[in-house]
């Protein structure tokens, strides 16, 4: 995919879940390879930008692309180039952690994938526990495979919905230590975080508050 020089653009974006205003007028952008915060408290609206630009709503006003996109119109060409790790990303739980990630591999239509998958095993270091049923693991193990799941079918973008939320401070450090190996990658990290330490970690941030930059 070409990319424009932006790798996310929003441009006077709107969207009103019925009586409540989550987003207003909301304009940003975000370059190709760059660790983009958002940060906000809750009900700021940042889950709400991320659904955006995964193309899981639709703006009421305003323009959203992505990699040149539009997330809602085009959405499977982009299904391809973006990665969605959600807060409620649910691994199977009855499936071993080379299964999920087969799983979510064959999902994206890959086929080759032994490689790609061997490699975030091992950079992950859930290698030893390749055979384990996921829902044997411990919540940060859970989120690394999480995170490898999401990245099988390399895409070129990742959107993080706050990753770390409810993690122990050992797993949340190597987390990190696993985003910046994918950031020298030249992968594009946006991401929402409740944590400052975690925000000053990115490049850029966005601060939303009450739905507005």
């Known amino acids: 995919l070409c990319l424009s020089s932006d790798a996310v653009t929003l441009e006077r974006v709107s969207k009103r879940y019925g009586t409540v205003q989550a987003l207003t007028d909301l304009s940003m952008s975000i370059a190709p390879g760059e660790l983009f915060g958002l940060i906000g408290p809750d009900g700021a609206g940042k889950t709400t930008t991320i659904r955006l630009i995964c193309g899981l709503l639709r703006a009421d006003a305003g323009v959203v692309r992505v990699l040149a996109l539009d997330p809602v119109r085009e959405h499977r060409r982009l299904t391809a180039e973006i990665g969605y790790l959600s807060q409620r990303f649910s691994l199977y739980t009855d499936l071993t952690v080379d299964e999920n990630l087969a799983f979510f591999a064959e999902i994206h239509g890959m086929r080759g994938y032994a490689a790609a998958r061997d490699r975030l095993l091992a950079m992950t270091g859930l290698t030893p ?48 230590k696993l985003l910046a190996e994918f950031l020298g990658q030249g992968i594009t990290i946006v991401m929402s975080t409740p944590y400052l330490d975690e925000a000053e970690r990115c490049a850029r941030v966005a601060f939303l508050h009450d739905g507005r930059l």
Request: hydrophobic share 40%; aromatic share 6%; glycine share 12%.
């Open 129 to 176: 526990f390749r055979g384990r049923l996921a829902g044997q693991l411990s919540g940060g193990m859970k989120q690394k495979l999480a995170l490898a799941c999401t990245l099988v079918h390399q895409p070129g973008i990742i959107v993080l919905d706050e990753p770390t939320t409810g993690v122990d401070p050992l797993s949340r450090r190597e987390f990190w």
